[in-house]
Structures are given as structure tokens and as C-alpha cells.
Antibody, heavy 124, light 109 residues
Framework: QVQLVESGGGVVQPGRSLRLSCEAS????????MYWVRQAPGKWLEWLTA????????YYADSLKGRFTVSRDNSKNTLYLQMDSLSTEDTAVYYC?????????????????WGQGTLVTVSS | QAVVTQEPSLTVSPGGTVTLTCGSS?????????PYWFQQKPGQAPRTLIY???NKHSWTPARFSGSLLGGKAALTLSGAQPDDEADYYC?????????FGGGTKLTVL
């Protein structure tokens, strides 16, 4: 079955960096666009970034101000999020997700795949 | 970046009907924004109810429907059940980037 498993969360000091990973299984990862979404405690969902199936395109929320970088390794079925210059406002549960894939005829299809989330706490 | 607006909270009676809306600061919401509606319950990841304005996944209960209404995306719940009490988020697409609304806390009471 489809699984997205995030890892790399934890407690980090302000100003430091952290890299999250999201390992995918059960679907053709290399044919799926992937997202990172976060949710601060008790707050709303915030879309952070998307990366196309072949990594040729990346999109970011303006609020990130260039501090986060998304990447993927299709040979490892893994998505990454490099987070730099972390602040307390980055404390949140971080989810990876896929909402769309492409079949072998390059037709798009809609899916709904989410990880369980990984908690990042930025605190001194 | 665009701001997506939703009602902060709504209450519906069991068996009743309620419509949640999703607006965009850039103008009318259209099919080009490919609106999504997600349901999220405490401690769980979000789950898509509606994609592309009105399309449902196989698990989407028939009582939920999506539409474009008056320049906004809309999610209508007809015949509310206690299990529908949750947070609902819309998400709009802006040429690659996505933006979530602030969410609507739906109470079934």
C-alpha cells in the first residue's frame, strides 16, 4: 500500500539547519509531483513547496524567503526539505504529500497521499 | 502572494445543510485555480474531499459536493452527521504555487 514516511524532525536551535526526508513506497514516486505542507501547533495548514516529478520545477511559498530548498532522489524514492536559518516560527508538524501523478501517456491523475508528519521544534 | 479566505467557523445541525466558501484576494476563483477541499480531524493528516472544484475521490461521502459559486469555491454538506465535525481547508493553485485558506472549523450541533 501507499506509504509516505517523514523523518528528520526534532528539536533544533534558532538559526540552525535541518533536513527532512520523506520516503515513498507503494506508488510510482518518479511520476508524482510532491509537496511539503506544515502546520504549527493549533494553527492552519501552510503549503511550503512543490517539486515536479522530474525535479525540473520547484515552487515555494513567498513566506519562506529562500530559506527552504526542496529536492528529490527518484532512485531512492525520497523527497527532501532542506531548512536553513530556522526560527521559532518554523515550529510545526511537517507533512509530505502527493496530490497528482502522471501516467505513461503523460496524462495527469489525482491522488491523495500524505505522510503522518514529523514534528520540528525550534527552541533554544 | 495571494491570500485565500474561509469562514473561521460554522455550525450546522445534524441533518442540516451548510456551505463553506473559499475566496481569493486576486479576484474570482475559477476552475484554473483547481480548488481542493480537505478535511482534517484532530491528530490526523488532511484528507482530500474535493479536487478540481467538484471532483470526488472514492472515499468522499456523497453528502459533500464542490462547486464554484459567486466568484468563490464552495463546499456544500447536505445532511450533516456528527462525524463531519472537523476542520476544512481549501487550497488554490497559482501557476505552480499553492495557497491554503485559514480553515473553517465546522461544528455539528
Amino acid at each position: 500500500q501507499v506509504q509516505l514516511v517523514e523523518s528528520g524532525g526534532g528539536v533544533v536551535q534558532p538559526g540552525r539547519s535541518l533536513r527532512l526526508s520523506c520516503e515513498a513506497s507503494g506508488f510510482p514516486f518518479s511520476r508524482h509531483a510532491m509537496y511539503w505542507v506544515r502546520q504549527a501547533p493549533g494553527k492552519w495548514l501552510e503549503w511550503l513547496t512543490a517539486i515536479s516529478y522530474d525535479a525540473s520545477n520547484q515552487y515555494y511559498a513567498d513566506s519562506l524567503k529562500g530559506r527552504f530548498t526542496v529536492s528529490r532522489d527518484n532512485s531512492k524514492n525520497t523527497l527532501y526539505l532542506q531548512m536553513d536559518s530556522l526560527s521559532t516560527e518554523d515550529t510545526a508538524v511537517y507533512y509530505c504529500a502527493s496530490l497528482i501523478g502522471r501516467d505513461r501517456s503523460d496524462n495527469y491523475y489525482d491522488v491523495d497521499y500524505w505522510g503522518q508528519g514529523t514534528l520540528v521544534t525550534v527552541s533554544s | 502572494q495571494a491570500v485565500v479566505t474561509q469562514e473561521p467557523s460554522l455550525t450546522v445541525s445534524p441533518g442540516g445543510t451548510v456551505t463553506l466558501t473559499c475566496g481569493s484576494s486576486t479576484g474570482p476563483v475559477t476552475s484554473a485555480h483547481y480548488p481542493y477541499w480537505f478535511q482534517q480531524k484532530p491528530g490526523q493528516a488532511p484528507r482530500t474531499l474535493i479536487y478540481g472544484s467538484k471532483n470526488k475521490h472514492s472515499w468522499t461521502p456523497a453528502r459533500f459536493s464542490g462547486s464554484l459559486l459567486g466568484g468563490k469555491a464552495a463546499l456544500t454538506l447536505s445532511g450533516a452527521q456528527p462525524d463531519d465535525e472537523a476542520d476544512y481547508y481549501c487550497m488554490l493553485s497559482y501557476t505552480g504555487a499553492k495557497v491554503f485558506g485559514g480553515g473553517t472549523k465546522l461544528t455539528v450541533l
